[in-house]
């Protein structure tokens, strides 16, 4: 096993280089690894890479926000912003007005009241700037958006815009073309029973900040990146997928993805890209089980 600082969040740096004749993580001399036991990382994936330049460089992506005086924020400020996101150095202060109807909405019981029903989504369900809370009901998809299969002509069950929050909802066993982002959105609670085509997918930039909810039965992609985002993804629990997180293939996307916690089973990749924009930061402890790789960039791969 390769790595680097166990105590630093680290950033995926697609421009990085990477000796995979030397056997670390994936060169030909490494032998298979076992998938059979369940590996939990902290913040590092990595411990040294023997004098190889890293493939996964510590280093925080430059924010496409700036400050009111023309100067770019800093990152971490920025995540704070949109996300909430507390690090040990720096607590958000819940007597902050700001920060306090966001802390009371995170900590307060779901509404599950509807939990059971299952409503057939005959036509995408928008949502622009505004909150759904679908109370736990499960939302399946006619045959009108697709079969859940492969097909890239699907329909997606919701369209989500200008910030909506979409929050305690089941997508059921036709899942289609999941949900589409356009202009960033909030998740909160959010299950697919069975991921169709992709899960979610961001079609126009936009901060998506996803919180707990869970996934099964991605035959691909759960989460597709088409556009520059800030993507974070809190607490969230994958089983059985390709690839967790990717951005579209060979494309140039600004990604900026926080993966904060969780627990994935039985895939090949917790993130992948080709693109020289994107960057992944791993926070908090990750737990896999039967999965192959923390990242795969173009053709190269680290292996948990």
């Given at each position: ?136 009901a499960t939302y399946t998809a006619s045959s ?66 996803i919180i707990g909810g869970s996934a099964k ?88």
């Amino acid at each position: 096993m390769c790595g680097v600082d166990g105590q630093r969040p680290i950033d995926f740096d697609r421009t990085s280089r990477f000796d995979l004749e030397s056997g670390c993580l994936g060169g030909s001399n490494r032998t298979d690894t076992d998938f059979t036991a369940i590996r939990t990382r902290k913040v590092s994936p990595f411990e040294d890479f023997s004098g190889n330049p890293p493939m996964l460089a510590s280093y925080v992506p430059n924010s496409r926000e700036t400050s009111e005086n023309g100067m770019d924020s800093d990152p971490k400020d920025v995540l704070r912003k949109h996300i909430n996101w507390q690090s040990d150095s720096k607590k958000v202060d819940p007597s902050d007005e700001k920060h306090a109807t966001t802390l009371q909405t995170t900590a307060e019981k779901p509404d599950l009241s509807k939990e059971g029903s299952v409503i057939v989504v005959k036509e995408p369900i928008v949502v622009d700037g505004g909150v759904f809370n679908g109370k736990g009901a499960t939302y399946t998809a006619s045959s009108k958006l697709g079969d859940g299969g492969q097909s890239e002509t699907q329909s997606p069950l919701f369209i989500l815009k200008n910030g909506a929050t979409l929050k305690n909802v089941d997508l059921g066993e036709n899942g289609a073309d999941g949900i589409h982002v356009y202009g960033g959105a909030t998740l909160e609670n959010v299950n697919w029973q069975n991921v169709g085509e992709d899960a979610l997918t961001v079609k126009s930039a936009g901060d998506v900040t996803i919180i707990g909810g869970s996934a099964k039965g991605a035959t691909d992609k759960i989460f597709q990146i088409n556009a520059d985002t800030r993507f974070y993804l809190k607490d969230f629990v994958a089983d059985g997928f390709t690839t967790l997180v990717r951005t579209n293939g060979g494309k140039q996307i600004d990604a900026d993805v926080t993966i904060d916690g969780g627990a994935f089973s039985n895939g090949s990749n917790v993130f992948r890209t080709d693109s020289s924009l994107a960057s992944v930061t791993f926070l908090s402890d990750i737990t896999l089980d039967k999965v192959k790789n923390w990242t795969r960039v173009g053709d190269n791969q680290s292996g948990v």
